[in-house]
């Protein structure tokens, strides 16, 4: 099995036996098992991996017994306990237990932000280190197909990024494992956590959003194509973005009077995802919708980036009222930079933002320079916490 060098792995490193517990949240099938694995390797047998899905491994989780634990633990340094949202106040369990046996350091990985998070955030105020692991990241895919050139891309861009699509070897076997990840686990804990009252409404609207990749979004045009409440339609976009599946993007304006201030895009946090539900098979270069794929999928790419920043940029798109625009502006700090992404050929800023906003930077991204773009390494400071 193809093993992937992850980015963010040694921040995570970082901050073990720092007194805090690790959280790892992120998709499902995006390789949480398989890094959390890899870390607690390092430490032999006095690390340990235990699945929260298995009944004999819930069944230790027991409230005000943190002793309860201690069979899983006993003369381990290190416990991964996976797919921590399958427990039932697993933010108070973990809580009692690490203010009762704080030598032992816990990882507890996620693949539903709005049910974990919520239930560990609150009462592991404090206590615990918090990351995300995405589907791969384009440097992540370089590093381990140094062969990779721009036409590679074009694959990412079709099947997505997530690792086993990644690894498989065959068209065949990317279009299977796509289609499994969004069929079998893409709305799994949307749907085991949340009350959805109507299933068929939820599916149509992702459908509906993936058709306007790139576009802005009116949430009244959604509510009355679905015939549901806009209440309704702003839930499930909540949920979709908790659960990984989208990000919503909002405008950038420092000028109400020529900017959009209020509009938003909804972009799929993997292409292959998004793919999947409106057109998985037709090759980049034929599609009518390859600009608005590639610019989701560069999006996707400085999300990732940002996954590896202790106080991760903002992102958003920059729009006037008479139509002129930047498909991504990210701000950091006070530095602003603007990336337009155009399939092959080249563009300069636009003058209107070049006016308002002159200390900005400007770069164009395409298909032929997006490797030489994102693909070196990131080299912020390694995240270091003290003890």
Same mark, same amino acid.
Request: with cysteine; hydrophobic share 40%.
């Given at each position: 099995?193809?093993?992937?060098?992850?980015?963010?792995?040694?921040?995570?490193?970082?901050?073990?036996?720092?007194?805090?517990?690790?959280?790892?949240?992120?998709?499902?099938?995006?390789?949480?098992?398989?890094?959390?694995?890899?870390?607690?390797?390092?430490?032999?047998?006095?690390?340990?991996?235990?699945?929260?899905?298995?009944?004999?491994?819930?069944?230790?989780?027991?409230?005000?017994?943190?002793?309860? #634990?201690?069979?899983?633990?006993?003369?381990?340094?290190?416990?991964?306990?996976?797919?921590?949202?399958?427990?039932?106040?697993?933010?108070?369990?973990?809580?009692?237990?690490?203010?009762?046996?704080?030598?032992?350091?816990?990882? *507890?990985?996620?693949?539903?932000?709005?049910?974990?998070?919520?239930?560990?955030?609150?009462?592991?105020?404090?206590?615990?280190?918090?990351?995300?692991?995405?589907?791969?990241?384009?440097?992540?895919?370089?590093? *381990?197909?140094?062969?990779?050139?721009?036409?590679?891309?074009?694959? #990412?861009?079709?099947?997505?990024?997530?690792?086993?699509?990644?690894?498989?070897?065959?068209?065949?076997?990317?279009?299977? +494992?796509?289609?499994?990840?969004?069929?079998?686990?893409?709305?799994?804990?949307?749907?085991?956590?949340?009350?959805?009252?109507?299933?068929?409404?939820?599916?149509?609207?992702?459908?509906? #959003?993936?058709?306007?990749?790139?576009?802005?979004?009116? #949430?009244?045009?959604?509510?009355?194509?679905?015939?549901?409440?806009?209440?309704?339609?702003?839930?499930?976009?909540?949920?979709?973005?908790?659960?990984?599946?989208?990000?919503?993007?909002?405008?950038?304006?420092?000028?109400?009077?020529?900017?959009?201030?209020?509009?938003?895009?909804?972009?799929?946090?993997?292409?292959?995802?998004?793919? +999947?539900?409106?057109?998985?098979?037709?090759?980049?270069?034929?599609?009518?919708?390859?600009? *608005?794929?590639?610019?989701?999928?560069?999006?996707?790419?400085?999300?990732?980036?940002?996954?590896?920043?202790?106080?991760?940029?903002?992102?958003?798109?920059?729009?006037?009222?008479?139509?002129?625009?930047?498909?991504?502006?990210?701000?950091?700090?006070?530095?602003?930079?603007?990336?337009?992404?155009?399939?092959?050929?080249?563009?300069?800023?636009? +003058?209107?933002?070049?006016?308002?906003?002159?200390?900005?930077?400007?770069?164009?991204?395409?298909?032929?320079?997006?490797?030489?773009?994102?693909?070196?390494?990131?080299?912020?400071?390694?995240?270091?916490?003290?003890?």
């Amino acid at each position: 099995m193809k093993v992937f060098h992850r980015d963010i792995e040694p921040r995570i490193t970082s901050v073990l036996f720092k007194g805090k517990m690790v959280v790892i949240l992120g998709p499902r099938q995006s390789g949480k098992t398989t890094l959390a694995k890899k870390i607690i390797a390092t430490y032999g047998q006095e690390g340990e991996y235990y699945d929260c899905q298995l009944a004999d491994v819930r069944a230790h989780f027991v409230i005000g017994k943190p002793d309860a #634990l201690l069979p899983l633990t006993k003369n381990k340094k290190i416990v991964v306990f996976d797919e921590a949202q399958t427990i039932q106040n697993i933010g108070t369990l973990l809580k009692v237990f690490h203010d009762t046996y704080p030598g032992v350091q816990i990882i *507890a990985t996620g693949s539903s932000s709005f049910d974990l998070a919520n239930k560990i955030k609150e009462p592991m105020t404090g206590r615990a280190y918090e990351f995300t692991l995405l589907p791969l990241s384009l440097h992540e895919v370089i590093s *381990a197909y140094p062969d990779f050139g721009a036409d590679d891309v074009h694959a #990412l861009m079709q099947f997505g990024s997530y690792p086993a699509v990644v690894a498989a070897e065959s068209v065949d076997e990317k279009l299977f +494992a796509i289609k499994n990840i969004s069929t079998n686990y893409l709305y799994k804990d949307v749907f085991v956590f949340e009350a959805i009252r109507n299933p068929q409404v939820f599916e149509n609207l992702v459908k509906v #959003l993936a058709l306007q990749v790139g576009s802005m979004v009116s #949430l009244n045009e959604l509510a009355q194509g679905l015939s549901v409440t806009r209440g309704t339609v702003n839930r499930y976009l909540k949920l979709l973005e908790q659960s990984f599946i989208i990000k919503i993007v909002h405008s950038f304006s420092n000028n109400p009077r020529t900017e959009l201030k209020k509009a938003f895009k909804v972009f799929f946090l993997d292409t292959g995802v998004r793919n +999947a539900l409106v057109d998985i098979a037709s090759p980049m270069e034929a599609r009518s919708d390859k600009g *608005a794929i590639f610019e989701n999928f560069y999006v996707d790419e400085r999300i990732k980036q940002g996954t590896l920043h202790i106080f991760p940029p903002e992102i958003f798109f920059w729009r006037t009222r008479t139509g002129v625009e930047i498909d991504v502006i990210e701000k950091n700090g006070k530095e602003i930079s603007a990336y337009e992404c155009k399939w092959k050929e080249q563009v300069s800023a636009p +003058a209107a933002f070049s006016a308002a906003y002159p200390e900005a930077h400007f770069e164009c991204i395409t298909t032929k320079n997006i490797v030489d773009h994102l693909g070196q390494p990131f080299l912020e400071p390694p995240f270091m916490v003290g003890s």
